[in-house]
């Protein structure tokens, strides 16, 4: 990096890391593999539910955690700042604790992670198949690679700016009339369930 000055080039060594708030997580479909480079240290586990399509955090208590209220099953995920050089962007790796468990790099590199080139392979023909992690070094020196992102802040990105966003939505539509009580059960609403409403 360098400082610029008014009327000035700015010349720099390396790109600026990008601030876009919102980095990708990549996971494995079952015709495309994760080859990434790894730029964390090391690997951030979160409990998390998946429902409605979609990961969501674990908050804690069925109080507090619109999973746990809804009964959905808990589960660990491990999430690493990547390079994929392939295009040249930073995104989010997403490591099933199976993958994790049976990849012994993990264990023997702990907290010595980057630099490492990282794939991720789902086997067979389902989406929800086994993920298989594969560590490996990589040629590269780690001090030109780019600079590690902060994991925890990129996730809580996507995860509270989407319920925040959501939640205003919701809002708006009760406001007009369009989402309310359950016609079946009417203790439900489908509305900001930590305010009380819901079960």
């Known amino acids: 990096m360098s400082d610029r000055e008014g009327g000035s080039v700015s010349w720099s060594e390396r790109p600026e890391p990008d601030r876009r708030p919102f980095y990708p997580i990549r ?3 079952t015709d495309r593999d994760v080859v990434v480079v790894v730029l964390s240290a090391d690997v951030l586990g979160v409990h998390v539910h998946y429902y409605n399509r979609r990961t969501r955090p674990c908050l804690g208590t069925k109080e507090t955690c ?3 209220g809804l009964r959905y099953d808990r589960r ?3 999430y690493l700042s990547v390079w994929n ?8 790796a997403e490591v099933t604790q199976e993958a994790y468990l049976r990849c012994p790099a993990f264990h023997t590199k702990k907290g010595d992670l980057r630099g490492m080139v ?21 040629q590269w020196e780690r001090n030109v690679l780019p600079p ?13 700016t989407e319920e925040r966003a959501n939640l205003y939505a919701e809002e708006e539509a009760a406001e007009r ?3 309310g009580p359950d ?3 009417p203790d439900v609403l489908f509305l900001r369930r930590e305010q009380g409403h819901g079960q």
Request: aromatic fraction near 8%.
């Open 183 to 185: 016609p079946e059960n």
């Open 177 to 179: 009339g369009e989402i």
């Open 85 to 92: 050089r392939n295009i040249g962007r930073l995104e989010l």
């Open 76 to 78: 660990w995920k491990g």
């Open 27 to 29: 996971t494995p479909t």
């Open 66 to 68: 619109e999973g746990c």
């Open 118 to 138: 990282l794939r991720l392979v789902r086997a067979g023909a389902s989406r929800n198949a086994r993920v298989t992690a594969i560590l490996q070094p990589c």
């Open 148 to 160: 590690a992102f902060d994991v925890k802040a990129a996730l809580e990105r996507i995860w509270f």
